[in-house]
């Protein structure tokens, strides 16, 4: 059974950083993509980045290039996402996500696994 715990949201001046951590359970993550995901209020669940689990490979949304780094510690099977210059539009739920057999890897019904999700709020 696979669990993806995150953890690390929380409240942050615009302009401010935040690192979520997502640990990983249940399964040889080797050949997965893991995702993070956000949702705001009244919006449909979003892209964030993606990064493959064996080759380290990294994907970002527009949004959020330049600002965000996803990585890996596939000894810890923990998987992050650091935030850097946060705008109150990035305040949502950050959800993070695994798929085996995901092909876009920015759509989410393409994961089969998801997190309990995180708050984070940046204020103005």
């Known amino acids: 059974q696979v669990q993806l715990v995150e953890s690390g949201g929380g409240l942050v001046q615009a302009g401010g950083s935040l690192r979520l951590s997502c640990a990983a359970s249940?399964?040889?993550?080797?050949?997965?993509?893991m995702g993070w995901f956000r949702q705001a209020p009244g919006k449909e669940r979003e892209f964030v980045a993606a990064?493959?689990?064996?080759?380290?490979?990294?994907y970002y949304a527009d949004s959020v290039k330049g600002r965000f780094t996803i990585s890996s510690d596939n000894a810890t099977n923990t998987l992050y996402l650091q935030m850097n210059s946060l705008k109150p539009e990035d305040t949502a739920v950050y959800y993070c996500?695994?798929?085996?057999?995901?092909?876009?890897?920015?759509?989410?019904?393409?994961?089969?696994?998801w997190g309990q999700g995180t708050q984070v709020t940046v204020s103005s």
């Open positions: 996500a695994a798929t085996l057999l995901g092909v876009t890897l920015t759509r989410s019904h393409e994961y089969e696994y």
């Open positions: 249940g399964r040889t993550f080797s050949t997965y993509t």
């Open positions: 990064i493959t689990w064996s080759g380290g490979r990294t």
